[in-house]
C-alpha cells in the first residue's frame, strides 16, 4: 500500500504529454509545473502543527509552494465562533514571515457571501495560477465529512488532494468513499493518504490554544513567539 501511495503522489509532481512521443521527443526534458498546495482553514489561532505540517509537505517534495488560504466560514461550522478575518490573516502574516516556500492569500475572507466553499476557491486559484498545479491538503478528519462538501464530485474529480492523518481520527471506510465518489476517486482519496510513517502528526489545536488561554494558560509552547505576542496585546480568547 505504502509503494502505491508513493506512485500516486509522484502523478501529483507533474504530467507526461498527453499524446505518445516520438524518439526525439523522449530526449526533450519537459520543465514540471509548479505544485502549489492549497492549505485551508480558519487558522484560528495558526500553530506549530499547522507549520510542521506545510514543512515536512516541502521537504517530502510533495509540494513546490504551500499556500495558507484562511476561510471566511465553513459551511459545516456555521455555529462555531470565529475570530475575525483581519486578527487571523494578521497572525497567519506573522507566522509565515521569512519563511521560504510558504504564502497566504485572503481570497476567501474577501467574499462578501457568507461561507467559503472550497471548491470556488480551486477554481479561482487554478484561473490565477494557470501554470501551476493546483491541489488541496485536508485532515483525515475532512476526508471522513467530505461528500457533504459543496460539490464535492467535482472537486475530487478536479484536483489532486492530500490527506495527512489525525491523532485519533480513523480512516474511511473505502465502501464510504466509494458510494460518494465512485471506486477510481475512491481509491485516489485513499491512496492520497499521507503514510503516518513519512510525516509527524501534530496535536496542537485551535481548540485547545483558545480554551487554554480563557482558562490563563500559557500556551506560547503552541505557537510561534509573534502569533502569541498578537494573542497577548489584542486579548484574544479572553472572553
Known amino acids: 500500500m505504502l509503494d502505491e501511495r508513493m506512485d500516486n503522489m509522484r502523478l501529483w509532481r507533474g504530467r507526461e504529454p498527453k499524446r505518445p512521443m516520438d524518439a526525439e521527443e523522449e530526449n526533450i526534458s519537459y520543465p514540471r509545473p509548479n505544485r502549489l498546495l492549497v492549505f485551508g482553514g480558519t487558522f484560528d489561532p495558526v500553530h506549530n502543527g499547522h507549520l510542521r505540517l506545510a514543512r515536512q509537505i516541502l521537504t517530502k517534495e510533495w509540494a513546490d509552494e504551500v499556500l495558507f488560504v484562511p476561510a471566511l466560514r465553513s459551511p459545516l461550522k456555521l455555529n462555531a465562533q470565529v475570530s475575525s478575518g483581519l486578527h487571523r490573516l494578521e497572525m497567519l502574516k506573522l507566522a509565515l514571515d521569512n519563511q521560504d516556500g510558504f504564502s497566504y492569500s485572503d481570497l476567501e475572507l474577501q467574499r462578501r457571501s457568507a461561507v467559503s466553499y472550497t471548491i470556488d476557491t480551486m477554481n479561482t486559484l487554478s484561473r490565477i495560477?494557470?501554470?501551476?498545479?493546483?491541489?488541496?491538503?485536508?485532515?483525515?478528519?475532512?476526508?471522513?465529512?467530505?461528500?457533504?462538501?459543496?460539490?464535492?464530485?467535482?472537486?475530487?474529480?478536479?484536483?489532486?488532494?492530500?490527506?495527512?492523518?489525525?491523532?485519533?481520527?480513523?480512516?474511511?471506510?473505502?465502501?464510504?468513499?466509494?458510494?460518494?465518489?465512485?471506486?477510481?476517486?475512491?481509491?485516489?482519496?485513499?491512496?492520497?493518504?499521507?503514510?503516518?510513517?513519512?510525516?509527524?502528526?501534530?496535536?496542537?489545536?485551535?481548540?485547545?490554544?483558545?480554551?487554554?488561554?480563557?482558562?490563563?494558560?500559557?500556551?506560547?509552547g503552541m505557537v510561534p513567539a509573534l502569533v502569541w505576542q498578537y494573542i497577548r496585546e489584542h486579548k484574544l480568547y479572553q472572553d
Not at 488532494?161 to 465502501?175: E, K, M, S, W
Not at 471506486?183 to 496535536?203: C, G, H, Q, V, W
Open 129 to 220: 495560477y494557470p501554470d501551476h498545479e493546483v491541489g488541496l491538503l485536508i485532515g483525515m478528519d475532512s476526508l471522513c465529512t467530505l461528500s457533504k462538501w459543496h460539490r464535492a464530485q467535482e472537486l475530487v474529480q478536479r484536483f489532486q488532494i492530500l490527506v495527512y492523518p489525525r491523532p485519533g481520527v480513523t480512516p474511511p471506510a473505502y465502501v464510504h468513499l466509494s458510494k460518494h465518489f465512485g471506486y477510481r476517486n475512491a481509491k485516489r482519496l485513499m491512496d492520497s493518504i499521507l503514510p503516518e510513517a513519512e510525516i509527524e502528526t501534530f496535536t496542537e489545536s485551535g481548540t485547545a490554544i483558545r480554551a487554554g488561554v480563557r482558562a490563563g494558560e500559557d500556551m506560547s
